[in-house]
């Protein structure tokens, strides 16, 4: 999807009316690429997202608030804190033509721009003052620009002009006679050479004129009907010229296909939505909510994957080791072989071969030539007895390993549903106290412990709800009663659900609600039904020797529950 001029402009209009005036309260790390700015404007708090993603760059305002989703601020985040945060919002503006979007604040120290330039495969966010460049998410030096820097303590330039380009909003019929006239290339499309032109006119919009125009996709440009074009052309611009900007997007099976400010004929689906910026958002997915710390969560799942790839190849190694004894065998018969061939056996014979079992071929014995025949013997009789040992020790090895990769498969559980720094943290600690976060070991990065959530039903039951290892052992050992009701998925990696009885007899709705949370938080949130085993608190038992919040319990009754979040109760974390 293609941010061009027109649908720059009208954010341009979107933000004069919403956003200027407004006091920018804080500045978000919210990914790698990407700054948030919360502004209060008209007694309201909104979220600008400013992205400068080289393959999705944007701009638009976010319904919920952005969260910070990288571990440390950004060199680029630093200095708006210092420049912008707790500026104004004076103005908002676009150069001609151009796909770049600035943003003028007065700060804490002085008249500042925000420019953003949403542009693929160049995208850029810069700070500047007094028309030189502060700093910027993605610095271009000479090497990959000689005519247009973009490093700290030189002057912003705008692109060069686009030459040899029509203006839309003022070409006539003629002007589009003599494009097409001009054109020479068999394989060229209609839409092709509208796009490059036209000044402002995306790929989508060029192919919105050309199916007005009664022509197709695919259209080649030797067939374009330069009047009809024209009309086309006129249809559709008359309107963004008096910035009459009709926001929508292109909903189908597959999701939202594409956004516009005006209404799409070319594709079906197509329907207004309130703004720009709610078009957008429903296009790209807003960096908000779980998928906000997206960025965050990447080397804590590679660690995790390494870590569950590498005890899976050991469960399946000790798993082999309790069916196969022939290698311990081969060493046993070795020794005995060689004992029983010894004065046979010459000096610097480097091999044995000898027949064990009448109806067995024949064993090759390798020998040590350093060695007598006693000695060799003996030595093949220490790794036999080395390798029995260890036969012997695969089964605590094989119920440690399962419960570590149990462990794992929870930890991975928790990072799918974790939703703020603390959650993502404790796996990463976790990851680190077992001994699999390969690198430095880091501290504590989101400041504080996360805690269970906390259901309050309108029968007036209290449901504690643990949503990683840590918590499922707060919930479980602390917040939890001996004659209290514990839930838990069956079979799967999730949480720990506890209802408060004080003494009272559940109703079954209570229960179905406290089910379908323990479903809701499990590695089964996406099933539409979900096995839950139910139990008394009295009945769960730590797993001696295992990690946090790995239990087994008995008694249990199993009820199947839809699986459904907090959102529906009066949710809040304690």
């Not at 990072?415 to 690198?439: C, M, R, T, Y």
Request: proline fraction near 6%; hydrophobic fraction near 40%.
């Amino acid at each position: 999807m293609y941010l061009d001029a027109f649908t720059l402009s009208a954010l341009v209009d979107e933000f004069l009316d919403t956003l200027v005036g407004g006091r920018v309260q804080d500045v978000i790390d919210v990914d790698p690429t990407g700054l948030g700015l919360e502004i209060y404007a008209d007694r309201r708090r909104r979220y600008l997202y400013l992205s400068a993603d080289m393959q999705r760059p944007r701009v638009h305002v976010v319904e919920d608030k952005l969260r910070r989703g990288v571990v440390k601020p950004t060199q680029i985040g630093l200095l708006f804190r210092r420049y912008v945060e707790g500026g104004i919002v004076g103005h908002v503006s676009q150069p001609p033509w151009e796909r770049i979007l600035q943003l003028d604040v007065a700060g804490p120290e002085g008249e500042v721009s925000v420019i953003i330039e949403p542009m693929e495969r160049r995208s850029n966010l810069l700070l500047t003052q007094n028309g030189i460049i502060l700093d910027c998410m993605r610095r271009v030096g000479p090497d990959e620009n000689r005519h247009r820097l973009s490093l700290p303590a030189h002057e912003y330039k705008l692109p060069p002009p686009q030459a040899g380009k029509l203006d839309p909003t003022t070409a006539q019929a003629e002007d589009l006679h003599g494009l097409f006239a001009a054109e020479t290339d068999p394989k060229r499309k209609t839409q092709q050479v509208l796009s490059s032109r036209l000044l402002g006119v995306s790929p989508l919009f060029a192919r919105e004129i050309v199916h007005r125009a009664g022509g197709d996709a695919n259209q080649p440009a030797s067939q374009a009907q330069p009047e009809s074009l024209w009309k086309a052309l006129r249809e559709l611009i008359e309107p963004m010229r008096q910035r009459h900007w009709q926001p929508g997007i292109v909903e189908g099976v597959e999701g939202v296909m594409a956004f516009s400010v005006y209404p799409i004929q070319a594709q079906t689906g197509w329907h207004p939505v309130e703004s720009l910026s709610a078009a957008m958002s429903a296009y790209y997915g807003a960096p908000v909510g779980e998928d906000a710390y997206r960025a965050a969560k990447v080397p804590v799942k590679a660690a995790l994957d390494e870590a569950l790839v590498k005890l899976g190849a050991r469960l399946a190694s000790l798993d082999r080791s309790l069916t196969d004894e022939s290698e311990r065998e081969a060493l046993r018969k070795s020794g005995e072989l060689i004992l029983a061939y010894q004065y046979a056996i010459q000096p610097g014979q480097t091999e044995l071969k000898a027949q064990y079992d009448l109806d067995q071929p024949e064993l090759v014995i390798r020998l040590d030539p350093a060695l007598t025949p006693l000695e060799n013997a003996q030595a093949y009789f220490t790794r036999y007895d080395k390798a029995k040992r260890a036969f012997d020790d695969v089964p605590r090895l094989l119920e440690a390993t399962r419960l570590e990769l149990n462990h794992l498969k929870q930890l991975e559980t928790d990072l799918e549903f974790a939703a703020s720094w603390p959650e993502i943290d404790e796996v990463q600690q976790a990851l680190q106290a077992g001994g699999h976060w390969h690198g430095q070991t880091t501290k504590r990065m989101g400041g504080g412990q996360s805690a269970p959530l906390k259901v309050v039903t309108p029968e007036g039951f209290v449901i504690w709800v643990g949503r990683n290892s840590r918590q499922n052992e707060t919930v479980t050992f602390s917040k939890g009663g001996g004659q209290d009701v514990w839930l838990h998925a069956r079979g799967i990696p999730g949480s720990h659900v506890v209802i408060k009885t004080d003494g009272r007899r559940i109703p079954d709705a209570v229960l179905d609600r406290a089910a379908a949370l323990a479903a809701y938080y499990s590695a089964a949130r996406h099933d539409t039904r979900v096995a839950v085993d139910v139990t008394r608190c009295m009945d769960v038992r730590k797993i001696k020797g295992a990690a946090q919040g790995m239990v087994t319990y008995r008694n249990e009754q199993t009820r199947m529950a839809v699986p459904r979040g907090e959102s529906d109760e009066t949710g809040q974390e304690d």
